[in-house]
């Protein structure tokens, strides 16, 4: 698994990406959760070379918090009590 906190307008890149996909043994999958996004050409080498790799961006996980709570207002105020 490996996490990466980057401003919503900067992607994730191959370099990135790589590290995570160098630790993987037989039969392992990797964890991908990054605040912002997977840049194109990370997101071509996933997919081209079939990495098992699960991807969590930023819309995925603003996605949960919403199914979750409900509203973004919500959202917020769990977010300003929690962290």
């Known amino acids: 698994m490996e996490a990466k906190c980057y401003a ?3 992607g994730v890149g191959v370099k990135e990406l790589s590290r995570l996909i160098s630790r993987l043994r037989h039969r392992q999958f990797g964890v991908l959760v990054i605040t912002s996004y997977l840049a194109s050409q990370a997101y071509k080498e996933l ?3 079939e990495h098992p790799v699960v991807v969590l ?3 995925d996980i603003a996605r949960l918090l919403l199914k979750k709570l ?3 207002l ?3 105020r769990w977010l300003e009590k929690n962290y």
């Open 47 to 49: 997919k081209s070379d």
């Open 74 to 76: 919500d959202v917020q």
């Open 70 to 72: 409900g509203h973004l």
């Open 8 to 10: 919503i307008n900067n």
């Open 57 to 59: 961006s930023a819309i």
